[in-house]
């Protein structure tokens, strides 16, 4: 086989890796989308390549565009962090003109603001960072809740200097301030300790906020307020262990705690959700209790209401999961309801899917409610548990529902993605794991959805992971696209190698570098990543080496000029090094976001010159062998290898600490230390190669007796070849 065919096989199974089906699909552009409708099963093909954070491609099965908004470095001094949708749908994670959004982080972390720019489909970080947390993160202990009238303002719970835990208040994007609406310890007495569980805000004219609170921890929480947002003293006061709406009898029984509460998008009704312990014995209350402050009603919505499954509030309406008023039992069934008369409900699939499946659930997100007309409500499903179904359309999709059709018709269901997911609990496949559920939230103009994926747990180990969700997670932005909006980009790809140059003799490290674009794209620069292969002995077919991924995105305002501002951040790079000597023959695939495949590739011929051997040398200058420090001090020297055919030779310097040494307790690690100080001592002994050799740090350690070894990694051999120890006295 020539190496050209070597090439070519490399770019076809790359390019089968992640090309969809080839199926007849059909595609709707009736009503708010342009969407596949069928009801055909697609099963999920091979899982696409992804980019960093930023990067964007097009779902392989359904076309639509697919933004990937976080990665393991978007908190660059916590890596290796989840990152996640609100865990409740019912919360409004966009702003009212969809300028910002919010993702939630593990370990605590968050709510973390994006701003977003819809005609480029990008997300950034507000107050950017290349440390700490990367940028701005809001001062909220619990999920926030975006205005729907103003696109500035987020409502949420205060969490910094002074807070008591128990107000409800805003966050402005224009000023950078917070401001308190309400102190819960003015509404209702006895709340030391306590804290809010949640909070929700309704549409206009008037903007509703609710909240709950009053426990201790989840499932103890018993009061809902309701206030005017800009007359706080205008509200309602509802306490479900005492049964009372503004302190007089609740005209049904509640004794019950909540487990959630939620406010529809008119500001009128209030769903109480009991606690699982509630609905059990001997209180046996009903899940959901429906309360109208216009009338002061409560409706208990006992199993036959079907009130079941995650839920969605439209204005006054309200979308459940749960089957069924007219069809035989499936899990892919949604009930729709008027909440003036909440015990009459009926199915939103008129024909449901066969075979019938029985382990499938979702999470619904309404935010695009309208008041002036009923509006699909988007939904994100997930099969789980010992689901012996075969596969059917709509499982483990993104997808939109209709909930207008005319009595008689068949609702239209447009599907836009596979979310990816692996929903099921690490080590036993028969348990679901709520972090690893897609919890779609979708923007108030209805073309834009959020969701949480673990990438079919393909996206490394999460630093902070709970029980039986070790495998990190991300967020994921999906478009819908509207009906009569211009049809899917066309691809043109372009590149090029610009070093090195064609045959040249180089030395490790060296970069190889140029641009790529894909010209069809009408809002990027339609690349999203780029692997570079290398071919030992160019003909004589010996396998390729993977060198890597190239860092991509840097100013090309030369190929800008050529094809358009969009295509400036064209540019790419990868640094070689550990390559053996030799000819070798680099091909640089690039990955078109568009078709979604390796779709095109360049090459170019050079040699590698021999290395020269390794020569480490390094000093620890203080402190000084049988020292005495105190608890915090400074660890400094100088480390090298003259082998390196530039710069020091050495790329990382670790510190560790042995305690007592010799009687077997195991070392700690100190730290990394910064490096690239200035030598000129140094560097008049061993040559250039010392005069940037010199590193630094602080460390801390308790009291006692330790062996000090500083390790440093040498860019000639890329290992830690070499290694110093001194032992101190830390008092």
């Known amino acids: 086989m020539t190496r050209t065919h070597s090439v070519l096989r490399v770019a076809a ?425 897609p919890h779609p939230n979708v923007s108030q103009d209805g073309r834009w959805v959020l969701f949480t994926s673990n990438w079919e747990k393909t996206l490394g180990t999460d630093s902070a992971a709970e029980a039986g969700t070790a495998a990190r997670q991300d967020v994921f932005l999906v478009e819908l696209t509207a009906a009569g909006a211009p049809g899917p980009d066309v691809s043109n790809p372009n590149m090029a190698i610009d070093a090195p140059a064609a045959n040249a003799t180089v030395t490790q490290p060296f970069a190889i570098s140029g641009w790529a674009v894909d010209a069809g794209s009408a809002s990027d620069s339609g690349v999203d990543t780029l692997h570079v292969w290398a071919f030992p002995n160019p003909g004589s077919n010996q396998a390729p080496i993977f060198v890597g991924v190239a860092a991509y995105g840097a100013s090309r305002p030369d190929v800008a000029g050529v094809f358009g501002p969009r295509f400036q951040p064209s540019g790419y790079s990868l640094t070689v090094n550990g390559l053996p000597a030799g000819t070798y023959q680099a091909a640089v695939f690039a990955h078109s976001r568009i078709t979604g495949t390796f779709n095109i590739v360049r090459t170019v011929t050079f040699t590698i010159a021999p290395l020269r051997p390794s020569q480490p040398r390094m000093s620890i200058d203080v402190p000084g062998n049988g020292g005495v420090a105190g608890r915090t001090f400074a660890i400094a020297g100088w480390a090298l290898d003259s082998g390196a055919q530039a710069g020091s030779g050495v790329d990382a310097v670790h510190v560790w600490a042995v305690p007592n040494p010799g009687s077997g307790a195991p070392a700690r690690f100190v730290g990394v230390a910064a490096l690239g100080g200035a030598r000129p001592d140094v560097a008049a002994l061993f040559g250039p190669s010392g005069a940037a050799s010199g590193y630094a740090m602080m460390a801390a350690l308790p009291p006692g007796v330790y062996d000090i070894i500083v390790f440093a990694r040498s860019t000639v051999t890329g290992t830690f070849n070499d290694a110093l120890s001194i032992r101190i006295t830390v008092r």
């Open 13 to 437: 199974a790359l390019s089968l890796a992640l090309a969809a089906p080839a199926s007849a699909q059909t595609r709707t552009a009736s009503g708010p989308y342009d969407a596949v409708t069928d009801r055909a099963a697609y099963r999920k093909p091979a899982l696409p390549a992804l980019g960093p954070a930023g990067s964007s491609f097009r779902d392989p099965v359904f076309q639509s565009a697919i933004v990937r908004v976080t990665d393991a470095a978007t908190r660059p001094g916590v890596p290796n962090r989840s990152y996640r949708t609100p865990s409740s749908p019912h919360q409004n994670s966009w702003s009212a003109r969809s300028s910002y959004f919010y993702v939630m982080g593990s370990g605590g972390a968050g709510p973390i603001p994006f701003a977003f720019d819809a005609s480029t489909r990008t997300a950034r970080r507000i107050q950017p960072s290349g440390s700490g947390d990367g940028g701005l993160v809001l001062k909220f202990y619990i999920e926030p809740q975006f205005s729907y009238l103003d696109d500035a303002i987020v409502y949420g719970s205060y969490n910094g200097a002074g807070s008591n835990k128990r107000t409800i208040d805003q966050f402005d994007f224009r000023t950078g301030a917070y401001t308190m609406l309400l102190n819960l310890d003015n509404v209702a007495s006895g709340l030391s300790g306590t804290y809010i569980g949640g909070i929700a805000s309704s549409g206009g004219p008037t903007e509703w906020i609710m909240a709950f609170f009053g426990g201790t921890s989840q499932d103890r929480h018993h009061y809902v307020v309701v206030f005017d947002r800009a007359n706080p003293q205008n509200r309602h006061l509802l306490d479900t262990t005492a049964s009372t709406i503004d302190g007089m009898a609740s005209p049904v029984t509640l004794r019950f705690n909540l487990h959630h509460a939620m406010l529809d998008r008119s500001g009128r009704y209030v769903m109480l959700y009991s606690t699982s312990a509630d609905q059990a014995a001997p209180r046996k209350a009903a899940q959901e209790y429906l309360w109208d402050l216009q009338t002061g009603r409560v409706t208990e919505l006992g199993t036959p209401a079907l009130p079941y499954g995650h839920d969605a509030f439209g204005y006054g309406v309200y979308v459940n999961k749960d089957c069924c008023t007219a069809t035989t039992w499936d899990a892919g069934q949604w009930q729709f309801r008027n909440l003036s008369s909440p015990l009459a409900t009926r199915d939103l699939v008129r024909s449901v899917l066969t075979p019938q499946q029985i382990y499938l659930s979702d999470h619904t997100t309404w935010n695009n409610a309208r008041a002036d007309r009923l509006v699909p409500v988007v939904s994100g499903t997930y099969r789980y548990g010992a689901n012996a179904t075969p596969w059917r359309a709509w499982d483990d999709e993104i997808i939109a529902i209709q909930t207008d059709a005319a009595p008689g018709a068949e609702s239209t269901i447009w599907r836009f993605a596979h979310h990816r997911s692996d929903v099921t609990y690490d080590g036993d496949a028969s348990r679901l794991a709520f972090w690893y559920q």
